[in-house]
């Protein structure tokens, strides 16, 4: 059997390592870059990202991610985004903008809503959460029991808060599927929409749930 080519894409986000490690145990063939012709040409691309949104997006913009992540898409190759590899996938966050009364800073604008700090008496949000992925769910297939108590591995203050689905006029499209959970509010803790995933916790992190749910990934490569 193949395994599948996956590229984590390389833009100076800290701490990749570690997805490129657990993807590498759950069977890929993993490769760390941002050449184009391999961004284009991989089975599928992976999004990670941590620290603030503003510079996330600047160092995206670097390596031209926002046309490849486009390309791929358009011809639907599988994009996984991560930590604030999903919060860029946004149309924008407030991060570092609110108290100073700007803009929100524009992301990648694959799904509409903007990206705002959450609303609890602990912020960051640190450490680990149930979940409530959909019916239909492709990337937390078979992590669930009859009590639905699987939980993932978190760090951060920032989330989307509105189902990104709701914002979007009904239709022919393929609407997005969203995976909820809850830190003093309810929050996004994942997205499904076809070819273009996002989880706001670290699968990498997040033991064997969390490399369960990469392997169920891989099978949409």
């Known amino acids: 059997m193949r395994q599948p080519h996956v590229v984590v894409l390389s833009y100076g986000s800290g701490n990749?390592?570690?997805?490129?490690?657990?993807?590498?145990?759950?069977?890929?063939?993993?490769?760390?870059?941002?050449?184009?012709?391999?961004?284009?040409?991989?089975?599928g691309l992976v999004v990670p990202g941590v620290g603030?949104?503003?510079?996330?997006?600047?160092?995206?913009?670097?390596?031209?991610a926002p046309r490849l992540i486009d390309l791929r898409l358009a011809g639907g190759r599988p994009v996984l985004g991560i930590c604030?590899?999903?919060?860029?996938?946004?149309?924008?966050?407030?991060?570092?903008?609110?108290?100073?009364?700007?803009?929100?800073?524009?992301?990648?604008?694959?799904?509409?809503?903007?990206?705002?700090?959450?609303?609890?008496?602990?912020?960051?949000?640190m450490g680990w959460s149930q979940v409530r992925p959909p019916a239909d769910t492709v990337l937390f297939d078979g992590l669930f029991d009859s009590s639905g108590s699987e939980r993932f591995y978190f760090v951060h203050s920032y989330a989307a808060q509105t189902d990104p689905a709701a914002l979007l006029e009904q239709g022919s499209m393929r609407l997005p599927?969203?995976?909820?959970?809850?830190?003093?509010e309810d929050f996004v803790a994942a997205v499904e929409n076809?070819?273009?995933?996002?989880?706001?916790?670290?699968?990498?992190?997040?033991?064997?749930?969390?490399?369960?749910?990469?392997?169920?990934?891989?099978?949409?490569?």
């Open 52 to 64: 603030a949104f503003a510079a996330v997006m600047e160092q995206l913009r670097g390596v031209d």
């Open 194 to 221: 076809g070819a273009l995933s996002a989880t706001q916790f670290h699968p990498e992190k997040s033991g064997d749930a969390g490399a369960q749910l990469l392997r169920n990934w891989l099978t949409t490569l």
């Open 84 to 125: 604030v590899g999903m919060q860029v996938m946004f149309a924008a966050s407030t991060e570092h903008t609110e108290q100073a009364g700007g803009e929100p800073v524009p992301g990648l604008g694959q799904w509409p809503g903007t990206v705002s700090r959450l609303v609890a008496e602990v912020v960051p949000h």
């Open 16 to 43: 990749v390592r570690s997805a490129v490690r657990a993807l590498e145990r759950v069977g890929a063939v993993v490769e760390l870059t941002a050449d184009p012709e391999v961004v284009a040409n991989a089975d």
């Open 177 to 184: 599927s969203a995976t909820w959970a809850t830190h003093g």
